[in-house]
């Protein structure tokens, strides 16, 4: 599903550019938490963006869009999506390269110097931290869009014949209902105004296909798929996967592209 880093990633640019205002940003956030809290990793980047560092009292998503504003009021933001063995657009070695590694996504924003990385905490609270990166980061790799989009179509064309021979949900009946649902439970995605209709059509076909990865990768009743077949299977669905990272981050890429270059007066 979309990820809270993208939305981030997409509305964040969006009101550096004068697309968007703060309660615009907040309110796309909400569905993914009843609430959100930002706090900054280490206390020498907390004291100069002025947020509250570790062991302080949490901060809002308000005071993140500000600090945004102070140290790179034209910046833009990059959504990333590593996972073992596919660190694409992460800034080198560090505790947000670290840190988005674990979550499997982040926001950063190279201009400022910072990268956000959303945990999950109890009670609804979904914590925005704050990394220090280097602002020499590396230029993010750029994927056509319309190349990702072919790209996906491939690979989900590609792979189909393999996962059926593999036998994939061939012992879970009502899978299509289990996607179904996957797909209605997910959180309400908010897009600004101006969100080019390609990257719209590219961000639903990839929420689609990773309801279908993640119905093929849950493991047989009983432990029936063996464990030679339960291999081909992952060895099967990590291309597609990587797909899906590709086609995301190519399409917010390109929302932040377009909204950014067409402010609202």
Same mark, same amino acid.
Not at 24 to 53: F, K, N, R, S
Not at 174 to 189: C, D, K, N, Q
Not at 226 to 242: C, F, V
């Given at each position: 599903?979309?990820?809270?880093?993208?939305?981030?990633?997409? &509305?964040?640019?969006?009101?550096?550019?004068?697309?968007?205002?703060?309660?615009?940003?907040?309110?796309?956030?909400?569905?993914?938490?009843?609430?959100?809290?930002?706090?900054?990793?280490?206390?020498?980047? #907390?004291?100069?963006?002025?947020?509250? %560092?570790? %062991?302080?009292?949490?901060?809002?998503?308000?005071?993140?869009?500000?600090?945004?504003?102070?140290?790179?009021?034209?910046?833009?933001?990059?959504?990333?999506?590593?996972?073992?063995?596919?660190?694409?657009?992460?800034?080198? /070695?560090?505790?947000?390269?670290?840190?988005?590694?674990?979550?499997?996504? %982040?926001?950063?924003?190279?201009?400022?110097?910072?990268?956000?990385?959303?945990?999950?905490?109890?009670?609804?609270?979904?914590?925005?931290?704050?990394?220090?990166?280097?602002?020499?980061?590396?230029? #993010?790799?750029?994927?056509?869009?319309?190349?990702?989009?072919?790209?996906?179509?491939?690979?989900?064309?590609?792979?189909?014949?393999?996962?059926?021979?593999?036998?994939?949900?061939?012992?879970? /009946?009502?899978?299509?209902?289990?996607?179904?649902?996957?797909?209605?439970?997910? /959180?309400?995605?908010? &897009?600004?105004?101006?969100?080019?209709?390609?990257?719209?059509?590219?961000?639903?076909?990839?929420?689609?296909?990773?309801?279908?990865?993640? $119905?093929?990768?849950?493991?047989?009743?009983?432990?029936?798929?063996?464990?030679?077949?339960?291999?081909?299977?992952?060895?099967?669905?990590?291309?597609?996967?990587?797909?899906?990272?590709? $086609?995301?981050?190519?399409?917010?890429?390109?929302?932040?592209?377009?909204?950014?270059?067409?402010?609202?007066?």
């Amino acid at each position: 599903m979309p990820c809270p880093s993208a939305i981030l990633t997409v &509305w964040a640019s969006a009101w550096l550019a004068g697309a968007a205002a703060p309660d615009d940003v907040i309110d796309a956030l909400e569905p993914w938490a009843q609430a959100h809290d930002v706090l900054v990793a280490d206390p020498v980047t #907390a004291a100069a963006i002025d947020l509250p %560092g570790p %062991g302080e009292r949490a901060s809002s998503v308000t005071f993140l869009l500000g600090a945004l504003r102070r140290t790179a009021p034209r910046g833009r933001a990059r959504l990333v999506l590593p996972a073992p063995g596919d660190v694409r657009g992460l800034p080198g /070695p560090g505790s947000f390269s670290r840190a988005a590694t674990a979550a499997g996504e %982040g926001a950063l924003f190279v201009d400022a110097g910072l990268g956000v990385v959303p945990t999950p905490l109890a009670d609804g609270v979904l914590r925005w931290m704050i990394y220090p990166v280097s602002p020499s980061a590396p230029i #993010a790799e750029y994927v056509a869009l319309g190349y990702a989009e072919y790209e996906l179509r491939e690979q989900v064309r590609q792979s189909a014949s393999i996962l059926t021979s593999l036998g994939v949900a061939r012992h879970r /009946p009502g899978v299509r209902e289990e996607i179904a649902a996957a797909l209605r439970s997910r /959180p309400r995605s908010l &897009w600004p105004a101006g969100m080019p209709g390609q990257a719209l059509r590219v961000l639903q076909h990839a929420d689609e296909v990773a309801a279908i990865l993640a $119905a093929a990768a849950v493991d047989e009743p009983g432990g029936a798929l063996s464990a030679s077949a339960a291999a081909a299977r992952r060895e099967a669905l990590r291309p597609i996967e990587t797909a899906v990272r590709v $086609a995301r981050r190519a399409a917010v890429a390109e929302a932040v592209r377009v909204l950014a270059s067409s402010p609202v007066a």
